[in-house]
C-alpha cells in the first residue's frame, strides 16, 4: 500500500498525520473513491452544503417561498455564530437571490449581489462549490455582467471539468447562460455560448442534449428560421414526453405556447 502498518495504527490512535500524497493512493488501493471516504466519515450522510443544495433545489423546483424564507432564517442565525465563514454570507446572499426570482417583491441588495460577484471574481479556479453558487445566482446579474463571469467560469474551470459532477453543473451554467440570452433576444450571444456547451456535452448527457435541442429551436425562431425552430422544439418535448419527465412537458409545453406558437 506504501504505508507502513505502524503509521496507519499511529494514524488510527490519533499520534501522527498521514501525508495527503500517501492518503490518496490508501484510499485508490482499497478501491474507494474520494467522495466514498468523505460520505463514510459523515456518517453516510450528506455534507452540510450538499444538504443545504438539495432543500434548495427542493423548495425552488416546488417555488415554495415560505420555505426559502425559512431556510434564510435559519442561514442566517448560523452567519451570527460562525462570523469569520465567508461562505456562510454568501450562502445567505444566494437564497435571496432565488427567492426574489420567486417574489418580486423580495429585492436582493447590492451588497449582497458584490458579496458573490466579488467571490467569484477573486477565485482563481472554479471549483463545485462555485459552479453551484453562480448557476444559482446568475439570472440576478445584468446582461454584460452575465457575459463577463459565464466567459470567467469557462476559463477557470479547465482544471475541474472532467469530473462528472462539475461537468454536469458547467454544462448547467451554459444552458443558463443560454435561456437568459434568449430570453433578452440576444440569439447571436445565445450561439456563443451553445458553442461552449457542444464541446462538452457527449453522447450520454441525453436530458442536456434534449433541451439544447429545445433551445436551438428557440434561437432559430428568434432568428426568422420559425417553421425550423418549432420543429426542434417540438421534438425535445416529444421526448420529454416519452421518457415520462412530466413536468419538463409541462414547462416547455408553456413556454412554446406562450411565446412560439401564438405567433405562427
Given at each position: 500500500?506504501?504505508?507502513?502498518?505502524?503509521?496507519?495504527?499511529s494514524f488510527e490512535l490519533g499520534d501522527t498525520?498521514?501525508?495527503?500524497s500517501k492518503f490518496y493512493k490508501m484510499i485508490?488501493?482499497?478501491?474507494?473513491?474520494?467522495?466514498?471516504?468523505?460520505?463514510?466519515?459523515?456518517?453516510?450522510?450528506?455534507?452540510?452544503?450538499?444538504?443545504?443544495?438539495?432543500?434548495?433545489?427542493?423548495?425552488?423546483?416546488?417555488?415554495?417561498?415560505?420555505?426559502?424564507?425559512?431556510?434564510?432564517?435559519?442561514?442566517?442565525?448560523?452567519?451570527?455564530?460562525?462570523?469569520?465563514?465567508?461562505?456562510?454570507?454568501?450562502?445567505?446572499?444566494?437564497?435571496?437571490?432565488?427567492?426574489?426570482?420567486?417574489?418580486?417583491?423580495?429585492?436582493?441588495?447590492?451588497?449582497?449581489?458584490?458579496?458573490?460577484?466579488?467571490?467569484?471574481?477573486?477565485?482563481?479556479?472554479?471549483?463545485?462549490?462555485?459552479?453551484?453558487?453562480?448557476?444559482?445566482?446568475?439570472?440576478?446579474?445584468?446582461?454584460?455582467?452575465?457575459?463577463?463571469?459565464?466567459?470567467?467560469?469557462?476559463?477557470?474551470?479547465?482544471?475541474?471539468?472532467?469530473?462528472?459532477?462539475?461537468?454536469?453543473?458547467?454544462?448547467?451554467?451554459?444552458?443558463?447562460?443560454?435561456?437568459?440570452?434568449?430570453?433578452?433576444?440576444?440569439?447571436?450571444?445565445?450561439?456563443?455560448?451553445?458553442?461552449?456547451?457542444?464541446?462538452?456535452?457527449?453522447?450520454?448527457?441525453?436530458?442536456?442534449?434534449?433541451?439544447l435541442l429545445y433551445l436551438v429551436g428557440s434561437?432559430?425562431?428568434?432568428?426568422?428560421?420559425?417553421?425550423?425552430?418549432?420543429?426542434?422544439?417540438?421534438?425535445?418535448?416529444?421526448?420529454?414526453?416519452?421518457?415520462?419527465?412530466?413536468?419538463?412537458?409541462?414547462?416547455?409545453?408553456?413556454?412554446?405556447?406562450?411565446?412560439?406558437?401564438?405567433?405562427?
Amino acid at each position: 500500500m506504501g504505508v507502513s502498518k505502524s503509521t496507519i495504527s499511529s494514524f488510527e490512535l490519533g499520534d501522527t498525520d498521514i501525508q495527503i500524497s500517501k492518503f490518496y493512493k490508501m484510499i485508490k488501493k482499497i478501491g474507494v473513491s474520494l467522495e466514498e471516504f468523505d460520505y463514510a466519515v459523515n456518517g453516510y450522510d450528506f455534507c452540510d452544503f450538499d444538504k443545504l443544495m438539495n432543500r434548495v433545489s427542493a423548495l425552488y423546483d416546488q417555488q415554495n417561498v415560505t420555505g426559502l424564507k425559512l431556510l434564510l432564517s435559519d442561514e442566517m442565525k448560523k452567519c451570527k455564530t460562525s462570523q469569520t465563514d465567508i461562505h456562510d454570507e454568501i450562502n445567505c446572499a444566494m437564497i435571496k437571490c432565488l427567492i426574489s426570482e420567486l417574489d418580486k417583491d423580495f429585492k436582493v441588495t447590492k451588497e449582497d449581489k458584490d458579496r458573490i460577484t466579488d467571490y467569484l471574481y477573486r477565485s482563481e479556479i472554479w471549483s463545485y462549490y462555485h459552479l453551484a453558487l453562480y448557476n444559482n445566482t446568475l439570472r440576478i446579474l445584468d446582461t454584460s455582467t452575465l457575459i463577463y463571469y459565464s466567459e470567467l467560469a469557462i476559463s477557470r474551470i479547465s482544471y475541474y471539468q472532467s469530473l462528472p459532477i462539475n461537468k454536469r453543473l458547467m454544462m448547467e451554467m451554459l444552458l443558463n447562460t443560454m435561456i437568459f440570452m434568449i430570453d433578452k433576444k440576444e440569439f447571436t450571444l445565445a450561439l456563443k455560448f451553445k458553442s461552449y456547451l457542444e464541446n462538452l456535452v457527449g453522447e450520454r448527457d441525453l436530458f442536456e442534449k434534449t433541451i439544447l435541442l429545445y433551445l436551438v429551436g428557440s434561437i432559430e425562431f428568434g432568428l426568422e428560421k420559425k417553421e425550423q425552430g418549432r420543429e426542434k422544439m417540438q421534438k425535445a418535448i416529444d421526448v420529454f414526453r416519452v421518457l415520462g419527465s412530466d413536468n419538463f412537458v409541462a414547462n416547455f409545453r408553456k413556454d412554446y405556447c406562450e411565446n412560439y406558437y401564438k405567433n405562427k
